[in-house]
T-cell receptor, first 112, second 116 residues
Framework: GNSVTQMEGPVTLSEEAFLTINCTYTATGYPSLFWYVQYPGEGLQLLLKATKADDKGSNKGFEATYRKETTSFHLEKGSVQVSDSAVYFCAPAPGSARQLTFGSGTQLTVLP | GAGVSQSPRYKVAKRGQDVALRCDPISGHVSLFWYQQALGQGPEFLTYFQNEAQLDKSGLPSDRFFAERPEGSVSTLKIQRTQQEDSAVYLC??????????????FGAGSRLTVL
């Protein structure tokens, strides 16, 4: 089956620090890969995605590269802001299934 | 509508009561999903509709859970004889086309169910 291993939280950083949240997955075939974010009191929303190997997804200063050889999709940001405080979910989406498989989420808190 | 709307946002039920949770997807969206999110966990798939057809209900935890989308738009998730372990946030999501790996889902804010 499909599974996701996501870096456990919570993660607390100071503003302007570098962020990495690790994500590895197992899936049949070559899934599309997503990062979703959940801000306090809001629904999940797409942060970025990559649909094939070596693609880099990017949005709001966040980046993640689809690494087929290591089955990873690590999320990075060079300089975090207080407004980035949220829960981040890694989610591979196998093309042959009708489901996203979400990781357990990583709580990020950025302090001013 | 502009986004996915869910109601009620909060529901408290006594154990054994039946509850119904409503999802209003983005107008015209073909695919609709229900997920269950326990506290501190990622969402877990419950069921998927393509228009009015329920194509996958493999994630429904028991026969107390039932979902429908009779006209291919609004969907209702019904939980009969609620138990304490049903306490969770129930998320609805929709996407514009039939699900493929590359589709982006738009999520509602969720319905938080607490069973006493």
């Amino acid at each position: 089956g499909n599974s996701v291993t996501q870096m456990e939280g919570p993660v607390t950083l100071s503003e302007e620090a570098f962020l990495t949240i690790n994500c590895t997955y197992t899936a049949t075939g070559y899934p599309s890969l997503f990062w979703y974010v959940q801000y306090p009191g809001e629904g999940l929303q797409l942060l970025l995605k990559a649909t094939k190997a070596d693609d880099k997804g990017s949005n709001k200063g966040f980046e993640a590269t689809y690494r087929k050889e290591t089955t990873s999709f690590h999320l990075e940001k060079g300089s975090v802001q207080v407004s980035d405080s949220a829960v981040y979910f890694c989610a591979p989406a196998p093309g042959s299934a009708r489901q996203l498989t979400f990781g357990s989420g990583t709580q990020l808190t950025v302090l001013p | 509508g502009a986004g996915v709307s869910q109601s009620p946002r909060y529901k408290v039920a006594k154990r054994g009561q039946d509850v119904a949770l409503r999802c209003d997807p983005i107008s015209g969206h073909v695919s609709l999903f229900w997920y269950q999110q326990a506290l501190g966990q990622g969402p877990e798939f419950l069921t998927y509709f393509q228009n009015e057809a329920q194509l996958d209900k493999s994630g429904l935890p028991s026969d107390r859970f039932f979902a429908e989308r009779p006209e291919g738009s609004v969907s209702t998730l019904k939980i009969q004889r609620t138990q304490q372990e049903d306490s969770a946030v129930y998320l609805c999501a929709s996407s514009s086309g039939p699900f493929s790996g590359a589709n982006v889902l738009t999520f509602g804010a969720g319905s938080r169910l607490t069973v006493l």
